[in-house]
């Protein structure tokens, strides 16, 4: 055994699988990996929980595989959307290779006729969103009679974009699985539920506790109206000179934010739900190979880019909901990286921040300018109830706006202090 993949050697791992991975050059396994490979293994049922970029995917991959080799059967890998389908098929197919073995990926926006040819293949991974394995299990065009491990990745998501029926359905149809895992960055009390019905004495694997950010991403907070947003973009497109992903919350508005950072000289690009599958790919590719300096998204985008070089992740809107805002600034800061997240709240929005910063356990750092040196949440803020300025006090707690000699400058990086229903009409 070679001394480089030493960091897999104590995990249980047989041999052949030691070669490959030494081959694929994956030397040290990361936390997530070191913590779940030696359970998974034994077959038993887990519970990961981990920001995303922390290599999850290996996590279950490569005991999903060496077990599959060794006892048959075919596993089920669940996914909350297309990309990231895509993005497990691509991570995997390196560890299926040299074992001869087939994945096939079932996702919307394709034919089910073209699928058929990838599961007469009978593979050994079956990698799915759950409302087009549904459509393959009603139309009889698919068996998951030999699913010996069923994976639920990124399963808050899969609930929150109100795959649940879908999920329980498909969990009904696996009747000779023999071990769940489940993997998330946050677990909401729906996702406890669904273990609790679905698997046996699970182990729970907490890399970061739930909604903690990676401590790769530094953070900042600019209170702007919204017919001023275009300008601090405008301002951050000068300021910084990598690659840009900017959220949206709907697809209007995605496509509206892309048409005028085109006009800002940038070359720009979009992903959501009115782009057909193949724009979809053609973007991401695009955005990875330098071809586009922006994607321009909405939270379809979230949890399916898997780019380690993305300097700036820009949340022009806020989320729907405060869990995305975890899954959005984890698109920046990975494989070990840094990274910068900027996101910007309109004046009334300050209860929206605080179940935020709640979520994830720190104040987002105020970014003053001169330009926008006025904006502050708006006193008395219906939604939120509080004091004015929308935070409770506290000692390290800051107003926009405020009299404090503590203001940050505008740019200046702050490092996060933990270290640790996509609705159909809006995405």
């Known amino acids: 055994m070679s001394a480089s993949n030493a960091g897999f050697y104590h995990l249980g791992l047989a041999p052949n699988m030691l070669k490959v991975l030494d081959k694929l050059k994956f030397v040290t396994p990361t936390p997530i990996q070191l913590q779940a490979i030696p359970s998974a293994l034994e077959g038993k049922d887990i519970m990961g929980i981990a920001q995303t970029g922390t290599g999850k995917t ?57 699928q058929m040819p990838a599961i007469k293949q009978n593979p050994s991974v079956i990698i799915a969103t759950p409302g087009r394995l549904n459509d393959h299990i009603y139309q009889g065009t698919i068996d998951l009679g030999d699913i010996a491990v069923t994976v639920l990745d990124e ?13 329980k359905s498909i969990l009904r149809c696996v009747t000779n699985n023999q071990q769940t895992m489940l993997f998330s960055a946050t677990m909401p009390p729906d996702i406890l539920k669904l273990a609790t019905k679905y698997m046996e004495l699970p182990i729970t694997i907490e890399i970061a506790p739930s909604g903690t950010t990676t401590k790769d991403v530094s953070q900042e907070l600019f209170i702007v109206k919204e017919a001023l947003k275009n300008d601090v973009i405008k301002m951050l497109l000068q300021k910084y000179h990598g690659t840009v992903l900017v959220f949206t919350r709907t697809k209007l508005k995605a496509s509206r934010v892309a048409r005028n950072i085109q006009l ?6 979009e992903i959501h739900s009115n782009r057909t599958m193949s724009q979809r790919n053609q973007a991401i590719d695009g955005f990875k190979r330098g071809r586009y300096r922006v994607l321009v998204a909405t939270d ?9 070089k993305i300097e700036l992740v820009v949340n022009y809107d806020l989320p729907d909901d405060a869990e995305n805002f975890v899954h959005r600034i984890g698109r920046t800061g990975r494989a070990g990286k840094e990274g910068h997240a ?13 179940k935020i910063e709640s979520l994830i356990k720190i104040t987002l750092p105020r970014s003053m300018h001169p330009k926008f040196a006025n904006a502050k949440f708006v006193e008395g803020d219906s939604k939120s109830g509080q004091r004015p300025g929308g935070r409770r006090p506290s000692s390290n707690s800051r107003g926009f706006g405020s009299s404090s000699k503590t203001k940050p400058s505008f740019g200046r990086k702050y490092k996060s202090k933990s270290e640790g229903a996509s609705r159909s009409n809006k995405k």
């Open 58 to 114: 290996l996590a279950f991959g490569i005991p999903i595989i060496q077990r599959l080799a060794s006892e048959g059967g075919q596993a089920l890998i669940l996914v909350p959307t297309r990309e990231l389908a895509l993005q497990v098929s691509d991570a995997l197919a390196p560890l299926l290779v040299p074992y001869k073995m087939r994945s096939a990926v079932l996702i919307g926006g394709i034919k089910i006729s073209l």
């Open 155 to 167: 399963a808050d998501r899969m609930l929150d974009m109100g795959f649940e029926p879908q999920v």
């Open 264 to 269: 800002m000289g940038a070359k720009v690009v």
């Open 300 to 308: 379809i985008a979230a949890r399916g880019i898997d780019i380690s």
């Open 342 to 354: 900027v996101t910007f709240a309109t004046p009334t929005q300050s209860h929206d921040i605080d």
